[in-house]
């Protein structure tokens, strides 16, 4: 008759080399637990930035353009605030210039790049759109001027 598992188990435990694989093991799932954690959030900074660009570009009025026709601002929100969470939870975005490339600069399906419109404006790149407001964000979070 073999010996159940659980006996197996409880000799390696009150073993000395199984008191430090154990401990090893619990270090091990600390350490994974940890990293997740930090890559699945950024900092705090890079999340209002980003909150503060997929706001402006909602409450512009501008049109957006991807996949070959137009958008209003609102649904150009929903779909980059989509494409956001999406990187995020796969811990790819760690600041808000990195949101702006990976997630407003063009589409990931077909590879065109996004463009925004704004009345009495020529279209521009949604890049160099992005990065204009976040720009005057953060010089007036700061309080310095261009």
């Known amino acids: ?60 009025g501008c049109q957006f353009y991807r996949n070959g026709s137009w958008h209003t601002s609102q649904a150009a929100r929903a779909h980059l605030e989509k494409k956001y969470q999406h990187l995020l939870n796969k811990g790819l975005i760690v600041s808000a210039e990195n949101f702006i490339e990976r997630a407003a600069t063009g589409s990931s399906a077909s590879g065109k790049a996004y463009q925004v419109k704004c009345v009495n404006s020529d279209a521009v790149a949604s890049a160099t759109w992005l990065a204009a407001e976040l720009q005057r964000y953060r010089q007036s979070q700061t309080g310095k001027k261009p």
Do not use: C, D, K
């Open 1 to 60: 008759m073999r010996i159940p598992n659980i006996f197996l188990v409880y000799r390696l435990v009150n073993s000395r080399v199984g008191l430090a694989m154990l401990r090893n093991v619990w270090r091990l799932l600390g350490l994974t637990l940890i990293t997740t954690a930090a890559l699945a959030a950024p900092a705090s900074a890079t999340e209002s930035e980003v909150q503060h660009l997929l706001g402006y570009l909602e409450q512009s």
